[in-house]
């Protein structure tokens, strides 16, 4: 179990959902544990790090679209950076998804209720709107 999900946090910049770790057969205690014994450490909104990976700007970027749900996608002037349309950091980070619920975050939401799954692409291993 491990291995898998290191493997798709590798994928994913060393971030990882709690849901993914379920869905590799984690149970909610054995995440806790591994949060407490310092293997994990958490984000926000069931949104883990691997302790030990490179803190970077994809890193980042990961954190935050996965922290808004499943189908949430970098965008905007985040998006423009995944696809090297600009040369340096955009600054804020922007997200968008269908539907969010009003939380003040270190980054920009926006909302779309035209975003379809057609509209997001993997890059980097961010979803990002194409």
């Known amino acids: 179990m491990d291995g898998l999900l290191a493997d798709r946090a590798a994928e994913q910049h060393g971030v990882f959902t709690a849901a993914q770790a379920t869905a590799n057969g ?4 054995q995440i806790r544990r591994r949060v407490e ?12 790090i691997v302790a030990g990976s490179p803190r970077t700007r994809l890193q980042d970027i990961a ?7 499943s189908r949430a996608a ?10 090297d349309m600009s ?19 270190h980054f920009v939401v926006h909302e779309s209720m035209d975003l379809q ?4 692409e993997t890059v980097r291993g961010i979803p990002t709107t194409s």
């Open 117 to 120: 799954p057609s509209d997001v």
């Open 63 to 69: 954190c935050a679209v996965l922290s808004v749900g």
């Open 87 to 105: 040369s340096r950091p955009t600054g804020k980070i922007e997200v968008v998804t269908r539907r969010w619920r009003r939380e003040h975050r």
């Open 74 to 83: 970098a965008s905007h002037r985040t998006a423009a950076e995944l696809w």
């Open 37 to 48: 014994s310092g293997r994990y450490v958490k984000y926000e909104q069931g949104v883990l």
């Open 26 to 29: 984690f149970s909610d205690e």
